[in-house]
Nanobody
């Protein structure tokens, strides 16, 4: 059984930083691309960032480029999202996801990820 568990969310002020963590068990973590998505209240879940299985390729949603950094530690079966210069519009539940298949292509599409965590709330006050 696959378990995906996010942590690290919280309530912060504009301009602050947070580091989200995600631990995966039940899959060969090092073989799969990983992604972060987020869902604000009343909106659809959207892509934030992803990293390939080697950790050599990262992709970001335009609004977070230069502020967020995705990384992974295969020894800990973990992926991270370092979020700096947070803005109120970053407020959302953040989800970690494991790619459905082994692929050299890092996808931004939700349907390419099939194991998800329960999410961690990030709230940025103005």
């Amino acid at each position: 059984q696959v378990h995906v568990v996010e942590s690290g969310g919280g309530l912060v002020q504009t301009g602050a930083s947070l580091r989200l963590s995600c631990v995966v068990s039940g899959r060969t973590f090092s073989a799969y691309n990983m992604a972060w998505f987020r869902q604000a209240r009343g909106k659809e879940r959207e892509f934030v960032a992803a990293i390939n299985w080697r950790g050599t390729n990262r992709v970001y949603e335009d609004s977070v480029k230069g502020r967020f950094t995705v990384s992974r530690d295969d020894a800990k079966n973990s992926v991270y999202l370092q979020m700096n210069s947070l803005k109120p519009e970053d407020t959302a539940v953040y989800y970690c996801a494991v790619a459905r298949n082994r692929s050299p292509v890092v996808s931004r599409e939700r349907d390419q990820y099939n194991d998800w965590g329960q999410g961690t709330q990030v709230t940025v006050s103005s």
